[in-house]
């Protein structure tokens, strides 16, 4: 298995444009999560899928920030529009169960100017 | 209080040392102990995953957990320059039907030739 493929690795926007974030779970994985790491707050859980339905957004810091799972294999994070303080790396993990073994893409570096 | 603190460092050691890395936690409902280790520009993979108080080996690695403390460790033994990333310790809790970890903000870990 290829693993959790996220895309694009790098990302440099300029405020007030539209960001949107691709990640392919492993397939058989039923969680899908999205994470953003900061130096400053660490690892923050965004939101997480099961069977393509979300679960828990309440990690999701406002309005500007969507996601969707539309199919098992395929998941978009959404920010619109993009602010300076939303640049930080953007992490998709997936897993079997819920409980911790999570299994993470390489990340989007996202930079907004 | 953060409810999982882990000292950032970075801490720096010789080729060869006995590293301990740590983490305290302040819910005493943890149940599930987890670290990851993260490469410089990659996502965090999962390294050790035990449940409740003990040991767990793994070739050089010795995850521990002392539940009474709140604190939980990870030796490496023999260290080696490819040991060379950031560590972050998770946990997480069936009680309250969450599940879903908590994680640490990483200490750097440098292992030098």
Known sequence: DAGVIQSPRHEVTEMGQEVTLRCKPISGHDYLFWYRQTMMRGLELLIYFNNNVPIDDSGMPEDRFSAKMPNASFSTLKIQPSEPRDSAVYFCASSIDRGGGYTFGSGTRLTVV | ?113
């Open chain 2, 1 to 113: 209080q953060k409810e999982v603190e882990q000292d950032p460092g970075p801490l720096s050691v010789p080729e060869g040392a006995i590293v301990s890395l740590n983490c305290t936690y302040s819910n005493s409902a943890f149940q599930y102990f987890m670290w990851y280790r993260q490469y410089s520009r990659k996502g965090p993979e999962l390294l050790m995953y035990t449940y409740s108080s003990g040991n767990k080996e793994d070739g050089r690695f010795t995850a521990q957990v002392d539940k009474s403390s709140k604190y939980i460790s990870l030796f490496i033994r023999d260290s080696q320059p490819s040991d060379s990333a950031t560590y972050l310790c998770a946990m997480s809790t069936t009680s309250g039907g969450s599940y879903i970890p908590t994680f640490g903000r990483g200490t750097s870990l440098i292992v030098h030739p």
